[in-house]
Nanobody, 126 residues
Framework: QLQASGGGLVQAGGSLRLSCAASEGTSSRWVMGWFRRGPGKEREFVAAIGRNNAAIRYGDSVKGRFTISRENAKNTMTMFLQMSDLKPEDTAVYFC???????????????????WGQGTQVTVSS
């Protein structure tokens, strides 16, 4: 199970840090990702971090402003999304996702992830 948190209301130009706590049984061998769905939009890839942090990918709209990372404990893992220079168009529900099997070339594909968190709302005011 994945539990996302850290969303909230922030002014444009501000920062937020999202967290995604993965339940016992996950490990650094899992691929983790962030996706978002803005008002009236399709779900969009935001960022992903590969097995053992071997690869990191960002969506074009967040590159240079968002940073994905994770901390591994013995049987659990927490993934973060540091968001800076937020814009009103970043307003969305942010979802964390995980996969044990997705391949590197599919990190941006939401259909490759089998585990999803419940989402956390981020609202950026202008």
């Amino acid at each position: 199970q994945l539990q996302a948190s850290g969303g909230g209301l922030v002014q444009a130009g501000g920062s937020l840090r999202l967290s995604c706590a993965a339940s016992e049984g996950t490990s650094s061998r899992w691929v983790m990702g962030w996706f978002r769905r803005g008002p009236g939009k399709e779900r969009e890839f935001v960022a992903a971090i590969g097995r053992n942090n071997a690869a990191i990918r960002y969506g074009d709209s967040v590159k240079g402003r968002f940073t994905i990372s994770r901390e591994n404990a013995k049987n659990t893992m927490t993934m973060f999304l540091q968001m800076s220079d937020l814009k009103p168009e970043d307003t969305a529900v942010y979802f964390c996702a995980a996969s044990q099997t997705i391949i590197l070339s599919r990190l941006r594909d939401e259909h490759g992830y089998g585990y999803w968190g419940q989402g956390t709302q981020v609202t950026v005011s202008s």
